[in-house]
């Protein structure tokens, strides 16, 4: 009985896991494309602390218990979420940021 409901937590675990693989490719992606439009081509600070975060709710929810696991799996979420909120928020900065220099080559009368 107990190896059945070992088995049974280990792939809820799994499920969760691949549940949220595909919001963890759209954060990365979101990374590299804001790292790509960062003329200094930093990492962030608050990003890299998120996806540090989310990473540590994943190991914490590798315990026997269901509902630990699904609360540590919303943490894991939350964390992915604001990872790539982060992302697009630089991205967006640093592509006003081009935009504008690259305005600035230009008179208003041309522009116009």
């Known amino acids: 009985m107990r190896k059945m409901k070992q088995k049974s937590i280990e792939e ?9 693989k595909s919001l963890h ?14 003329p200094k081509r930093e990492y962030s600070v608050d990003v ?15 315990v026997y218990d269901e509902k630990i696991i699904e609360d540590q799996m919303k943490s894991v979420e939350s964390h992915l979420v604001r990872a790539g ?10 592509i006003c940021i081009k935009i504008s ?3 600035n080559k230009y008179s208003s009368i041309s522009i116009s």
């Open 12 to 20: 809820l675990f799994y499920k969760r896991l691949l549940d949220i």
């Open 25 to 38: 490719d759209k954060v990365k992606s979101a990374i590299i494309l804001s790292e790509n439009f960062d």
């Open 48 to 62: 890299a602390n998120e996806m540090r975060n989310a990473l540590a709710h994943v190991f914490d929810a590798m």
């Open 85 to 94: 909120y982060d992302a697009y928020e630089i991205l967006a900065s640093n």
């Open 101 to 103: 220099k690259t305005m």
